[in-house]
């Protein structure tokens, strides 16, 4: 068992619908939680971080973990077309292991006109 | 753009070779990252160092080996090359007390034939 997993989609939804991306994990060691948007053929690009529990707000996009449920998810508002793109949850430990990021799989978005 | 370059874009090589990919952090950024990204097994951690020094090591294959300089640049050599190498590799860097920032670069696309 992965010590993340994520749901490969594709996920297809109409221009302005709200998009719900979510990650499980089984490491009750992570504290750091990560958002990252990838185009295709470019670099993973940091959306939005979250230490432990809570929400994370930043224009339309709002992150929230629950640790005792060890589930993260991503929630874009007003989705545009240009949020077509994969969606990648990354996560921590608070110490040890250098800065080493485990990712999800990754989720692929498709926002249509 | 990340500020973190990669060079080169593509390369295409035969089984059993050597190649060489580079990487440049972010201006000020001491940790640089080797990532490794296939179809099949999403964004692996192959490994890190810190201002020179071997800082955390991941799924990193023993025919693989990495180096950072003094200027911080940041070598990966992949020696006896295979067909399962073929992947896209990323390099990212990250600064100091910024734990869960990582920036990626646009990738090196290596296909092994």
């Known amino acids: 068992q992965k010590e993340v997993e994520q749901d490969p989609g594709p996920l297809s939804v109409p221009e302005g619908a709200i998009v719900s991306l979510n990650c499980t994990y089984s490491?009750?060691?992570?504290?750091?939680f990560m958002w990252y948007r990838q185009y295709s053929r470019k670099g993973p690009e940091l959306l939005m971080y979250?230490?432990?529990?809570g929400n994370k707000e930043d224009g339309r996009f709002t992150a929230q973990v629950d640790k005792s449920s060890k589930y993260i998810s991503l929630f874009i508002r007003d989705s545009q077309p240009s949020d077509s793109a994969t969606y990648l949850c990354?996560?921590?430990?608070?110490?040890?292991?250098?800065?080493?990021?485990?990712f999800g799989t990754g989720t692929q978005l498709k926002v249509e006109l | 753009d990340s500020g973190v370059t990669q060079t080169p874009k593509h390369l295409i090589t035969a089984t059993g070779q050597r190649v060489t990919l580079r990487c440049s952090p972010r201006?000020?950024?001491?940790?640089v990252y080797w990532y490794q990204q296939s179809l099949d097994q999403g964004l692996q951690f192959l490994i890190q160092?810190?201002?020179?020094?071997?800082?955390a090591k991941g799924n990193i294959l023993e025919r693989f080996s990495a180096q950072q300089f003094p200027d911080l640049h940041s070598e990966l050599n992949l020696s006896s090359l295979e067909l399962g190498d073929s992947a896209l590799y990323f390099c990212?860097?990250?600064?100091?007390?910024?734990?869960?920032?990582?920036?990626f670069g646009p990738g090196t696309r290596l296909t092994v034939t």
């Open positions: 160092y810190y201002n020179g020094e071997e800082r």
């Open positions: 201006s000020g950024d001491l940790s």
């Open positions: 990212a860097s990250s600064a100091e007390g910024r734990l869960y920032e990582q920036y």
């Open positions: 490491n009750s060691a992570f504290q750091y």
């Open positions: 979250t230490y432990s529990s």
């Open positions: 990354a996560m921590r430990g608070l110490t040890g292991g250098g800065n080493k990021l485990t």
